[in-house]
């Protein structure tokens, strides 16, 4: 079955700290997309990252790094040096190719981060 | 570029009242949609998606109904609401073809039924 795990419910750092979303996914496919989503206060849902399946290179944007491991199932997203505006909801999604796959999103339940000054 | 829009922001509304929320993509064309709902909690979970006009897929069983009148504009309905019903609502859109694309969000509307 299709599921994502985020255990960090919530997390609260000090400005400039370096800070890590765990997300462990559980998938039977072998073609899959995961993603991680920024949601702010106002609630729009924001686009960070999209990584599939068969790289598992790991990816740095900015303060923002993420580490895909297949071997553990897990795609940790790393903020470096956190800010204020850092603070937020972020989700881990999975997306599978199987046939009957309609392009769904599973979500974790998310880890808010506060950021604090 | 793509933008997607959402209305209305907020609505209150009273059990056994009809629902109707529209979400319009603008900048693509033929694009992938999808009605979410995030319950208190947080979690999300898709409602609804669609591939073309009139081409509406249901994941979940309940009082909501979608439709897609035109290629770009995806309506969320309901003929009476329940206390249930009540979250925030997020639609999505995704380029047209294939599965594995990315969903871009809409801001969400917030639906509290009383």
């Known amino acids: 079955a299709q599921k994502v795990t985020q255990a960090q419910t919530e997390i609260s750092v000090v400005e400039k700290e370096d800070v890590t979303l765990d997300c462990v996914y559980e998938?039977?496919?072998?073609?899959?997309?995961l993603f991680w989503y920024k949601q702010p206060p106002s609630g729009e849902l924001v686009f960070l990252i999209r990584?599939?399946?068969?790289?598992?290179q790991n990816e740095i944007s900015g303060r923002y790094s993420w580490n895909f491991q297949k071997s553990t199932s897990s795609f940790n997203f790393t903020i470096t040096a956190s800010q204020v505006v850092d603070s937020a909801v972020y989700f881990c999604?999975?997306?599978?190719?199987?046939?009957?796959?309609?392009?769904?999103?599973?979500f974790g339940q998310g880890t808010t981060l506060q950021v604090k000054p | 570029s793509q933008t997607i829009h959402q209305w209305p922001a907020t609505l209150v509304q009273p059990v056994g009242s009809p629902l109707s929320l529209e979400c319009t993509v603008e900048g693509t064309s033929n694009p992938n949609l999808y009605w979410y709902r995030q319950a208190a909690g947080r979690g999300l979970q898709l409602l609804f998606y669609s591939v073309g006009i009139g081409q509406i897929s249901s994941e979940v069983p309940q009082n909501l109904s979608a439709s897609r009148p035109q290629d770009r504009q995806f309506i969320l309905s309901s003929k009476k609401l329940l206390l249930s019903d009540s979250g925030f609502y997020l639609c999505?859109?995704?380029?047209?073809?294939?599965?594995?694309?990315?969903?871009?969000f809409g801001p969400g509307t917030r639906l509290l039924v009383l």
């Open positions: 998938t039977r496919d072998t073609t899959y997309y």
């Open positions: 999604a999975l997306s599978e190719a199987g046939s009957s796959n309609t392009g769904k999103l599973i």
């Open positions: 999505a859109w995704s380029p047209f073809g294939g599965r594995l694309q990315t969903q871009y």
């Open positions: 990584r599939n399946s068969f790289d598992e």
